[in-house]
């Protein structure tokens, strides 16, 4: 069974400041791994996805990840915060050939204070 | 750029009434994924369509069915309904054959069970 961990319920980061979002993954074979950032009352939306390739993955809004197959991590990554920034983000793993679904971890509410 | 639609927005019923989610996914993409998200939790895989054929199933309930029409909208059918079936549902669409493996979520219908 696949499974993502993201052990850290909220993070708290001063505008100006970089910010991390940690997520850990379990499974059997390649992982596909994707974050996705939730607004109030909104649907998901894509950030950016890790597949093959530079461990080191840029996505909209300034955002990067860092896949990292040794201690199968897959953190968020930003240099500087924005106020706007403020969600709750998730990180998901699929693995191919298998199901196509997204599963997902628990999500990590970021605030970021002026 | 085209979006996942979804209708109808907000729905709410009582117990042991009947609803239909709609889902509408971009153009040209052909596999269409639903998510259940309760209250504070991570979206739950339920079921998945491409070019209109359930190609994989989740922790769907038997009171729940759904399907892919010939233009890929897709509707999933919630009988019975139960208190606990509150919660906020995704409809999300990808490429099946592509690869971009990314899949884009619609902006979700809150049911509410009375």
């Known amino acids: 069974a696949q499974s993502v961990a993201q052990p850290e319920d909220q993070v708290n980061v001063a505008e100006g400041n970089p910010l991390t979002v940690k997520c850990t993954y379990s499974?059997?074979?390649?992982?596909?791994l994707f974050w996705y950032v939730q607004y109030p009352n909104r649907g998901l939306q894509f950030l950016l996805k890790?597949?093959?390739?530079?461990?080191l993955v840029k996505g909209s809004y300034g955002f990067e990840a860092e896949f990292n197959k040794s201690q199968t991590s897959f953190h968020l990554k930003k240099p500087s915060a924005l106020v706007s920034d403020s969600a709750l983000y998730f990180c998901?793993?699929?693995?191919?050939?298998?199901?196509?679904?997204?599963?997902f971890g628990s999500g990590t509410r970021l605030q970021v204070q002026p | 750029a085209a979006g996942v639609i979804q209708s109808p927005r907000h729905l709410i019923k009582e117990k042991r009434e009947t609803a239909t989610l709609k889902c509408y996914p971009i153009?040209?993409?052909?596999?269409v994924y639903w998510y259940q998200q309760g209250p504070g939790q991570d979206p739950q895989f339920l079921i998945s369509?491409?070019?209109?054929?359930?190609?994989d199933k989740g922790s769907i309930p038997d009171r729940f069915s759904a399907q892919q029409f010939s233009d890929y909208h897709s509707e999933l059918n919630m009988s019975s309904l139960e208190l606990g079936d509150s919660a906020l549902y995704f409809c999300?669409?990808?490429?099946?054959?592509?690869?971009?493996?990314?899949?884009?979520f619609g902006p979700g219908t809150r049911l509410t069970v009375t």
């Open positions: 999300a669409s990808s490429e099946g054959q592509g690869t971009t493996y990314e899949q884009y």
């Open positions: 499974v059997s074979g390649n992982p596909y």
């Open positions: 890790y597949i093959t390739g530079d461990n």
């Open positions: 998901a793993v699929r693995v191919p050939p298998g199901r196509r679904a997204l599963t």
């Open positions: 153009p040209r993409h052909d596999t």
């Open positions: 369509f491409y070019e209109k054929m359930q190609s």
